[in-house]
């Protein structure tokens, strides 16, 4: 029977005798034990319950036998929703009590807490841990390492991944079989990916980064991965000599131009560096292609549509912008009140269009109406504007646009100034409450290590190079930004932090 991501990506691992995954020890993992791993777990999902379009909840441990259970999704026919591991019990009843699936498996340190938030919501629980051991491992030990897949089309759910939630609840994005496979088949092809590749992979396996794009991307070029638990900087430049490729959050490369031993020789045998998931700041494009000789390839994507843009292969890679629309995606920047399309230049809503764009929000018809236009275009939320060739530069969140006395700033355009600035490592622009202006542009430094920037000079910078409205009413010094798992700068929590900065 058909089923369209099992067939395009799992299937072809059989007989496979070359490694698949390799783990941090040396072990490997071949295509074709890879794929009895995955048979086993399906067969284990169907005998705990798990039937065609019932969902599967996954918090544990970025392992192989945890990736496996993506793949028993796919065959068995289920929908597929992975959680961060960072989630607690009381967040996860969250997504339980909404996704309502047939089972959940999670670390056994977490089973007595998840217990009852799993009867609650009619769903079995199982182990596993970051050892690949567990109850679910031990019904699986014990099945058949063939199955036969479940019939599944394009239109068909494969996935459910939530959005982080900053505003509001999570919403849980459906992604078909026809998203995900339409999506990597274009990366492989954009990104030259095929089977002499090995991908450096020390990405989560709960993010449609590490999961859907690196994973899927892979699986579809016939390559490799070095399959790490997460980002360790000893351990990323002990097998970088073994990879071909690596895609990373901005912070993994500013953390290898941290270290000495990350040298021009170090990186000699990649082809391929890319980042995404977060804003790359220029300054580490340039600092990156200065020390390896390698331009870091940027790219934009989203939970609800994977990727949309990409920086070329084969051609510039301009820093600071996220490049053109992936071959069959649509991209416009429209004014966010009207909808209208605006020319090259202008900044506006981003939208976008193509077969990689989700299904709408699970239970939430009326918020999917709200950002999914009839005619298929999906709304961001994203503020951009487009170079006259067609290179899209990202602002920012339409959320974060500070609106000060009646005038619109745009926050990338003072943190491009603030970046610049001698002894700044990065910045964050916010809007505050002000009782004059409604909202004040509130400025949020990181000095360099060792570094004591200038506030004067800053402001003197800043002055000289911005109308006044756009001039923080002032700037604020922390030792980091918070961030979330993937790198991404939270500034909600920045703008709860200083909300009575100018209202005591």
């Known amino acids: 029977m058909a089923n369209t991501l099992y067939d ?19 072990r490997a993992i071949t295509g074709d034990a890879f794929l009895r791993m995955v048979h086993r777990a399906a067969h284990a999902m169907r005998a705990a319950g798990v039937g065609v379009g019932d969902r599967v909840t ?13 793949g028993a999704a796919v065959a068995a026919g289920a929908v597929f929703l992975p959680l961060n591991t960072a989630y607690t019990p009381a967040e996860v009843d969250y997504f339980v009590g909404n996704a309502t699936p047939k ?32 109850s679910f491992a031990d019904l699986a030990e014990g099945q058949p390492d063939a199955f036969t897949p479940a019939e599944r089309g394009p239109g068909d759910l494969a996935g459910l991944l939530y959005t982080s939630g900053t505003t509001g609840r999570s919403k849980g994005a459906m992604m078909s079989h026809r998203n995900l496979l339409s999506n990597a088949e274009v990366l492989v092809d954009l990104w030259r990916f095929t089977r002499d590749d090995v991908l450096l992979h020390a990405l989560p396996i709960f993010h449609t980064h590490g ?44 953390r290898l131009l941290d ?47 994977n990727m949309i843009t990409s920086n070329p292969h084969d051609g510039d890679r301009r820093a600071g912008t996220v490049g053109a629309p992936l071959p069959g995606v649509e991209v416009k920047v429209t004014d966010p009140a009207t909808g ?38 999906f709304i961001t939320g994203d503020l951009g504007r487009f170079s006259e060739d067609g290179y ?60 004591a920037p200038d506030l004067a000079a800053i402001d003197a910078a800043l002055r000289a190079t911005l109308a006044r409205f756009k001039q923080p009413k002032a700037i604020e010094l922390v030792p980091a930004l918070p961030r979330n798992t993937m790198g991404k700068v939270q500034k909600n929590e920045l703008r709860a932090r200083y909300a009575a900065r100018f209202t005591g």
Request: no cysteine.
């Open 103 to 134: 089972l959940l498996i999670a670390d056994p340190a977490q089973a007595e807490a998840l217990a009852p938030i799993a009867a609650a919501h009619g769903a079995r629980l199982m182990t596993l841990d970051a050892t690949g051991k567990g």
């Open 58 to 70: 996954v918090q544990a441990a970025k392992t192989p036998e945890a990736l496996a259970l993506y």
């Open 211 to 254: 999961l859907f794009v690196a994973t899927n991307t892979l699986l579809l070029g016939g390559g490799a991965m070095i399959f790490l638990p997460g980002f360790d900087l000893d351990t990323v430049l002990r097998l970088m000599p073994q990879a071909t490729a690596m895609m990373g959050v901005p912070t993994f490369y500013t």
């Open 392 to 451: 899209l530069t990202i602002v920012g969140r339409q959320k974060d646009l500070v609106i000060t006395g009646g005038f619109n700033v745009y926050p990338k355009e003072v943190e491009l100034v603030l970046d610049d600035q001698p002894g700044v490592l990065e910045s964050a622009v916010i809007g505050v409450p002000h009782p004059d202006f409604g909202e004040a542009v509130l400025a949020v430094i990181v000095p360099e290590k060792g570094a």
């Open 259 to 305: 270290d000495a031993r990350f040298t021009r020789d170090a990186a000699a045998g990649m082809r391929l560096f890319i980042s995404g998931s977060a804003p790359l700041l220029a300054e580490t494009h340039n600092a990156f292609a200065a020390r390896t000789g390698h331009r870091i390839l940027e790219r934009y994507g989203m939970t609800e549509t």
């Open 8 to 26: 395009a990506l799992f299937a072809p691992l059989s007989g496979r005798r070359t490694p698949f995954l390799i783990l941090p020890d040396g």
């Open 340 to 377: 209208a399309a605006l020319p090259a230049g202008e900044v506006g809503m981003v939208e976008v269009r193509g077969p990689n764009v989700f299904q709408g929000y699970w239970q939430m018809p009326e918020k999917t109406k709200e950002e999914l236009r009839p005619d298929g275009f």
